[in-house]
């Protein structure tokens, strides 16, 4: 895939850019190597204050971030702010709290003295540069919410990014640039993909973090793996939104249909299958197909704008050929199922909502990345969860119940880095992130997030 801006609203190639030669990149590990040696020594006070005037530049510059954002791929431009201002949050909270969160810790008295030390402690040192390969979804959170704590934990940072977002890619790394970062703190290589194995195998990088698909994960973790290299992996995610009699029905059906087409469709922690008890199938089937139906599909920088295209031209028909499919072996589409009419220039897909759904079909099993939702009738809690938990995937969960024991039932047996109740899954810079079977491990976030790209070290002392 050549490194371009390409809009999704039109499909016109804006811009195209050379990667980086072999020497550009080595001169940039080389940097990031140096720069690591003096980063790791600053104080937290030093490091939040950098972070925090990179938070405000990107404040004061959202609405340009959020244009270009838009333009390379293709979110509504509220959707671009909103995700502007997460990001400044993060980078705030980091500053706020880092110190904290890799505060020394101090075993107990009688479990030092047992060891045999009169002094034990436990520290958090960074661990070097880190390669962060990165996604086009959400281009600025998906590294902000690395980079933010990487850098506050003292680590540094190389950013082989989506190839579909150059532009943003390169204004995060003159980002921190400009916020007064050492030149070597937090750089963009813009690189194709084939790139990332000989930067991972150098000896200066010394862990990576992914977020993207599950094959793109494998190949990064098999590659680190060689190397024993630390890797967290957020890959893709099929998020259960399951409704039960005691649940608000109205609010769930306007909810699932927000947790639905967000990003257009194109999170991984969007809700995709939508699994709802018997007794109230109807009415939410006919509420939420409903929302489904009543969205505005068009422009993304028009404000009245539900729902932008899709990323790319690849991205629309792998999403088609789940469709196709699942309507080839009997599936039914309550609303959508066709490419609008009259945007026939931009990779746009309707909002489509499919019932029907089996085993045999690819939708069952795949994760539809776009618009589309995939509705389940269940008889109670048991098959609720048996039909969230068939799937390689595991991320996060969407569950809508007033009864406490069901709640028990589903925190205790759904396979999912999240259980969300009575609301769609979103993430906050206080909470971790991420999930389990194949959608990846270690976690973001939180203080979780940041001690993964830490050296947990013990210190002890006999005398
Ligand atoms: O695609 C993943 C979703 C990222 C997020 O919302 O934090």
Request: overall charge negative.
């Amino acid at each position: 895939m050549p490194i371009a801006t390409v809009n999704p609203a039109d499909g016109e190639t804006l811009k195209t850019f050379d990667p980086l030669s072999e020497d550009e990149i080595e001169r940039r590990i080389a940097e990031a190597d140096a720069a690591f040696r003096g980063w790791r020594t600053t104080t937290f006070e030093e490091r939040a204050r950098l972070l925090t005037a990179a938070a405000a530049l990107l404040e004061r510059e959202a609405s340009g971030v959020a244009r270009v954002v838009t333009t390379e791929m293709g979110k509504t431009l509220g959707a671009a702010e909103a995700e502007v201002a997460k990001c400044v949050k993060a980078m705030r909270w980091y500053a706020r709290n880092a110190e904290e969160l890799l505060a020394d810790e101090y075993p107990a008295a009688e479990d030092v003295a047992d060891s045999g030390a009169v002094r034990a402690r436990v520290c958090y040192r960074p661990l070097g540069p880190v390669l962060a390969v990165m996604p086009w979804n959400f281009p600025l959170w998906q590294v902000i919410r690395f980079a933010a704590p990487a850098l506050m934990a003292g680590n540094v940072g190389l950013l082989k990014h989506a190839s579909n977002v150059p532009q943003t890619a390169l204004y995060l790394g003159d980002l921190f640039h400009r916020a007064g970062f050492a030149p070597g703190c937090f750089q963009t290589l813009l690189v194709p993909s084939r790139a990332i194995e000989s930067v991972l195998r150098d000896r200066r990088i010394a862990a990576a973090t992914l977020t993207g698909s599950e094959g793109a994960g494998r190949s990064v973790a098999s590659v680190a793996g060689d190397e024993i290299k630390k890797t967290v992996l957020e890959l893709g995610g099929s998020d259960p939104f399951i409704v039960m009699p005691s649940a608000d029905i109205d609010a769930a059906a306007r909810v699932a249909v927000t947790a639905r087409v967000q990003n257009n469709g194109q999170s991984c922690i969007a809700a995709k299958r939508f699994l709802v008890h018997t007794d109230v199938y109807d009415a939410f089937a006919e509420r939420f197909t409903e929302g489904m139906r009543r969205l505005t599909v068009g422009d993304p920088m028009d404000p009245a704008t539900d729902v932008g295209p899709l990323s790319s031209e690849q991205g629309r028909s792998d999403l088609e050929d789940l469709v196709t499919d699942a309507l080839a072996q009997g599936a039914q589409a309550l609303c959508g199922g066709r490419r609008p009419e009259g945007l026939e220039r931009g990779f746009y897909y309707e909002p489509t909502v499919l019932t029907g759904i089996t085993d045999r079909m690819r939708i069952h099993h795949e994760e539809a990345f776009g618009p589309v939702a995939t509705l389940y009738r269940v008889s109670d809690v048991d098959e609720a969860i048996d039909v969230a938990n068939d799937t390689s995937f595991g991320l996060s969960s969407n569950v809508w119940t007033r009864d406490d024991a069901e709640t028990e039932r589903f925190v205790r047996d759904l396979e999912a880095g999240g259980v969300y109740l009575n609301g769609m899954t979103a993430s906050h810079p206080a909470l971790p992130f991420g999930g389990v079977k194949r959608s990846g491990y270690g976690r973001e976030l939180d203080g979780h997030g940041i001690r993964e790209f830490c050296n947990v070290t013990t210190v002890w002392q006999a005398a």
